[in-house]
């Protein structure tokens, strides 16, 4: 992995990921004021209702003094909670794959302007290519990697062939033993696997966990918090019949403590 990425990576190593003093507020009370912060803007506190911030990056498990990736980070809304969350000794990457820098909606600029915001200044966006393997030195570097409604975009053709299974295997390369992979996406019903991935923007949560149990991770947890049986999985996810109000899975994977 090369530029901004290696460089990028190779400053979260030198950060310290020590506890932090005695007397620091809890992880839950951390979450709750980063839920609270009146530096968010309008544009993320209105998705609230629909997006259970305060119950997702618990799921995450991203605590103080974490380096934690952001990956395809959009607009910058779990950026924003994570920063407060990890901290000043914590980093946050918001990491956009290079293949879909050139959108017109300049994601690379978007997820570079959000650590010049108050408050969220350990935030740091970066770009390189998907399935771009690490060099050695950068392994075992983050112990949260995230990515929320986009996984099943890493399939589509405006990816340009990048390797999923290149990705995860990266992603296994970066994490920390123990460390987490979570992976939050619209669900494609049973047996669907890809076939509506570029669609209807979904994808069946059984194929996703074969493809990171194939980079060698395993199942830690799913959540239900998500969930939406009313949702037959039959509709586009813009469609306004069921906007914000698809059936959602929550995956979270670990790396072996032993792994390497």
Avoid: C
């Avoid at 990028?8 to 310290?16: Q, Y």
């Avoid at 990056?57 to 990956?71: E, P, Q």
């Avoid at 970066?126 to 983050?142: R, W």
């Avoid at 069921?242 to 929550?250: L, Q, S, V």
């Amino acid at each position: 992995m090369k530029s901004t990425f290696l460089a990028a990576a190779l400053a979260a190593a030198v950060l310290s990921t020590a506890a932090l003093a005695a007397g620091s507020p809890s992880t839950d009370t951390a979450i709750a004021a980063a839920v609270a912060n009146s530096h968010r803007p309008s544009k993320d506190t209105d998705q609230d209702a629909v997006r259970h911030p305060a119950e997702l990056v618990a799921f995450s498990k991203v605590k103080a003094g974490d380096t934690v990736m952001d990956v395809w980070p959009g607009a910058g809304y779990w950026s924003r909670l994570f920063s407060p969350v990890v901290g000043a000794k914590g980093k946050v990457y918001a990491y956009v794959p290079a293949e879909i820098a050139e959108f017109k909606s300049n994601p690379v600029a978007t997820a570079k302007a959000i650590g010049t915001e108050p408050g969220y200044g350990n935030v740091e966006g970066i770009s390189d290519p998907l399935a771009q393997q690490p060099p050695a030195e950068m392994f075992n570097k983050f112990d949260v990697i995230w990515t929320f409604e986009n996984y099943h975009d890493l399939h589509n053709t405006f990816m340009k062939g990048a390797s999923v299974d290149g990705f995860n295997q990266a992603v296994f390369k970066l994490l920390k033993p123990g460390g987490y992979y979570v992976i939050v996406d619209h669900a494609a019903a049973k047996g669907q696997g890809l076939d509506h991935t570029e669609d209807l923007h979904r994808i069946d949560p059984a194929t996703v966990k074969a493809e990171v149990e194939k980079a060698g991770f395993v199942l830690d947890q799913e959540s239900s918090v998500l969930a939406n049986a009313s949702d037959d999985h039959s509709l586009k996810i813009f469609d306004p019949a069921i906007k914000g109000k698809t059936d959602r899975f929550m995956l979270r994977f670990k790396k072996p403590a032993n792994a390497r």
